[in-house]
């Protein structure tokens, strides 16, 4: 999983989009992803269709992508305009707003979506970035990629003890102590680096690859559904806070002060 190219993190994020034009290739997914995926909005269905039937840069194999591929590209970039104004997509890109995921349908006729589009996160305010749209309604633009699918569902994570790996990103998770599970940030980075062998906490497009579209309640159970957990992930706009994220993709600006659950990676 990409991690912001800035945060010292592993798989720092890296895009080639000079080689074909209009296409930037992801070095860490091997993705290739429009670069300008345009502002046009779209019911579900019609957004499939036109991944489906688009032919650019020589392929023809273009499709709608999963939601952990379109949480890949979240990104917190400084914006060297206004510092205190992210960027949630790498420059590399032109694109922002809400886009439709590959995810199924609920049985409510729900769609799900990824918003590029998450400024305004503070305290006061939850913000998502996991959204769900009626499939029907022209509520999301077409972010169209192409290159391998991603793994059957069925075989995503394996435990061994009480370390849960996901095979889709590669990254291991593990628990800390009941008596540290929620706690301040700081307190969160020292329980994680207590378990050593390089754990810490998530940042935020790592958290979110679990989170969203649901938490998997067999590979983490004991998750209650309303937590918000930590992530290592700074907010620029709101100094002294880092980005917490809950089952689904609900995000928000937390202060380092307040108490939100722990999960740590290495």
Same mark, same amino acid.
């Given at each position: 999983m990409p991690n912001s190219a800035q945060l010292g993190l592993p798989?720092?994020?890296d895009y080639d989009s000079e080689t074909t034009p209009g296409?930037?290739?992801?070095?860490?997914?091997?993705?290739d992803w429009l670069q300008d995926p345009g502002t046009e909005l779209y019911p579900r269905a019609d957004a499939l269709s036109h991944c489906a039937e688009l032919s650019f840069a020589g392929?023809?194999?273009w499709r709608v992508p999963a939601f952990i591929e379109l949480v890949s590209l979240f990104d917190v970039v400084p914006n060297d305009a206004d510092p205190l104004a992210p960027i949630y997509i790498a420059p590399a890109f032109q694109a922002q707003g809400r886009f439709w995921s590959a995810t199924p349908v609920s049985s409510t006729g729900l769609g799900r979506l990824l918003d590029f589009t998450a400024d305004g996160c503070s305290p006061s305010q939850v913000c998502s970035i996991g959204v769900s749209g009626k499939a029907e309604e022209a509520l999301g633009g077409a972010f169209c990629v192409r290159n391998s699918e991603p793994p059957a #569902?069925?075989?995503r994570y394996q435990t061994n003890g009480n370390i849960v790996t996901d095979l889709r990103t590669g990254l291991s998770w593990q628990s800390v102590p009941a008596g540290v599970q #929620?706690?301040?940030q700081a307190d969160g980075v020292s329980a994680c680096a207590a378990l050593g062998n390089g754990a810490?906490?998530?940042s935020?497009?790592?958290l979110l690859s679990i989170l969203v579209p649901l938490l998997d309640k067999k590979a983490f159970p004991g998750w209650p559904a309303e937590a918000f957990a930590w992530s290592s992930s700074a907010i620029p706009a709101n100094p002294?806070?880092?980005w917490a994220g809950a089952i689904a993709g609900a995000t928000r600006a937390e202060p380092s002060a307040n108490h939100n659950r722990v999960q740590c990676v290495r």
């Open positions: 798989n720092p994020a296409v930037v290739h992801d070095l860490v997914t091997g993705l392929y023809d194999d #569902t069925s075989t #929620t706690v301040d810490r906490l998530p935020i497009t790592e002294g806070t880092f």
